[in-house]
């Protein structure tokens, strides 16, 4: 099953990297590309239900198309395969052209800010658990889509470079007609046709050609717009965010599935984050589930209330986190943590910790964590 899984996700990476249209500077229409920012990868309900992560609250950040999530990878996996991964689709990554007055509708937005999720773990007996849950975004004030700020930039900008192109592209139709001795008409349709076609081996070229002459003009705006979303997006990572997620956990003996049972937890996750200093951001989670008894119903309640401060920078920033759980007739537990979250490449998150759990009064267990995900970089185009 797990090789199963790993050919799935790495379809969907390459459908992700490849298959998408590409961005464009216009507020008129909303891309993934334009939209995606390199922030931390959310967690799911799907991979927080299936017990692999540390603590129990929920990281909220920026939606992305497809997001790649395995707990303590290298504690519990060591060199191999690994034995716990979860995979959290958006819908947005099937309908990238939706307007952007139609996404900033309630209704709207609240779909293409969903996420679905699936995720497995192997237990030690070879049999396995498999999580699926649904999250939603009920605030989020890092979403560029959303940003007026950055909208009314481009909007104000966007006529003067559309002007600027196409002043451009007629100086490239004219060398093309000269060049290939033929008319106007036709080196315009054969220019626009190989710039349009981005699999055409000329659509490059001309395009290189286009920006060059705008560079050279001193009117080339794009690098402007660039830096703009780039500032508001290093002053964005900590904004006010607050997700909604619930998932099913389920146990089957066998990697297909055969013998899969009635669902054994379901948990619902909400946690709300929001900046403490322009470096900083705290997130407020809580965790409730209810659980199987032995006869195999579901009436076993528990929860978790937890606080989790982050301080640094978007790519890399510490954080110090603590909960504590209650359930009834069980002693209560004390969870504690620190550690560091960084990027690599803009795709590749690590969170490297150090929890520490204490169940009453028994002695406290001190254990190391490491989280690894993944999802396609933020586009700066």
């Known amino acids: 099953m797990q090789k199963t899984i790993v050919n799935i996700i790495v379809l969907l990476i390459l459908f992700?990297?490849?298959?998408?249209?590409?961005?464009?500077?216009?507020?008129?229409?909303?891309?993934?590309?334009?939209?995606?920012?390199?922030?931390?990868?959310?967690?799911s309900p799907a991979f927080k239900i299936l017990g692999v992560s540390s603590d129990n609250i929920m990281r909220p950040t920026s939606t992305r198309d497809i997001g790649i999530s395995i707990g303590n990878y290298y504690i519990n996996n060591g060199a191999t395969?690994?034995?716990?991964?979860?995979?959290?689709?958006?819908?947005?990554?099937?309908?990238?052209?939706?307007?952007?007055?139609?996404y900033q509708s309630n209704g709207t937005r609240?779909?293409?800010?969903?996420?679905?999720?699936?995720?497995?773990?192997?237990?030690?007996?070879?049999?396995?658990?498999?999580?699926?849950?649904?999250?939603?975004?009920?605030?989020?004030?890092?979403?560029?889509?959303?940003?007026g700020k950055l909208i009314n930039f481009i909007n104000n900008i966007g006529p003067v470079l559309t002007n600027d192109f196409e002043k451009a592209m007629d100086t490239v139709v004219e060398n093309y007609k000269k060049?290939?001795?033929?008319?106007?008409?036709?080196?315009?349709?054969?220019?626009f046709a190989e710039y349009n076609d981005s699999g055409n081996p000329k659509h490059a070229e001309i395009e290189k050609k286009v920006n060059d002459i705008m560079l050279s003009s001193g009117s080339h705006l794009s690098q402007k717009i660039i830096e703009y979303r780039e500032?508001?997006?290093?002053?964005?990572?900590?904004?006010?965010?607050?997700?909604?997620?619930?998932?099913?956990?389920?146990?089957?003996?066998?990697?297909?599935?055969?013998?899969?049972?009635?669902?054994?937890?379901?948990?619902?996750?909400?946690?709300?984050?929001?900046?403490?200093?322009s470096k900083g951001q705290l997130l407020i989670g809580l965790n409730t589930q209810v659980k199987d008894d032995s006869t195999g119903q579901l009436n076993t309640f528990n929860g978790n209330i937890g606080l989790k401060a982050y301080y640094g920078k978007n790519n890399t920033k510490g954080f110090i986190q603590g909960e504590s759980g209650f359930a009834k007739s069980e002693l209560p537990v004390f969870k504690m943590g620190i550690g560091?979250?960084?990027?690599?490449?803009?795709?590749?998150?690590?969170?490297?910790?150090?929890?520490?759990?204490?169940?009453?009064?028994?002695?406290?267990?001190?254990?190391?964590?490491?989280?690894?995900?993944?999802?396609?970089?933020?586009?700066?185009?």
């Not at 979860?86 to 052209?97: A, G, H, K, M």
């Not at 773990?121 to 890092?142: C, E, H, M, P, R």
């Not at 929890?355 to 028994?362: A, E, L, R």
């Open 16 to 43: 992700a990297r490849i298959c998408l249209p590409q961005a464009e500077y216009d507020a008129s229409s909303i891309d993934p590309g334009w939209g995606t920012l390199n922030y931390a990868v959310p967690e």
């Open 81 to 102: 395969i690994p034995k716990n991964i979860t995979v959290e689709i958006s819908p947005s990554l099937f309908n990238p052209d939706v307007s952007l007055a139609d």
């Open 110 to 147: 609240l779909w293409y800010t969903s996420a679905l999720s699936v995720g497995t773990k192997v237990n030690q007996d070879g049999s396995y658990q498999i999580g699926a849950g649904i999250k939603v975004k009920l605030v989020d004030k890092t979403d560029l889509r959303s940003n």
């Open 179 to 191: 060049d290939k001795k033929v008319d106007r008409h036709v080196a315009y349709d054969s220019v």
């Open 231 to 277: 500032e508001i997006k290093e002053s964005l990572w900590n904004a006010d965010i607050w997700d909604l997620g619930i998932a099913a956990l389920f146990a089957s003996k066998d990697s297909l599935l055969k013998s899969i049972k009635a669902p054994s937890i379901i948990g619902l996750w909400t946690t709300y984050g929001l900046p403490i200093t």
């Open 340 to 381: 560091i979250e960084t990027t690599f490449a803009e795709s590749i998150w690590i969170d490297c910790s150090l929890g520490m759990t204490k169940t009453g009064g028994h002695q406290a267990l001190f254990t190391p964590g490491i989280n690894i995900s993944y999802a396609p970089g933020g586009k700066t185009k």
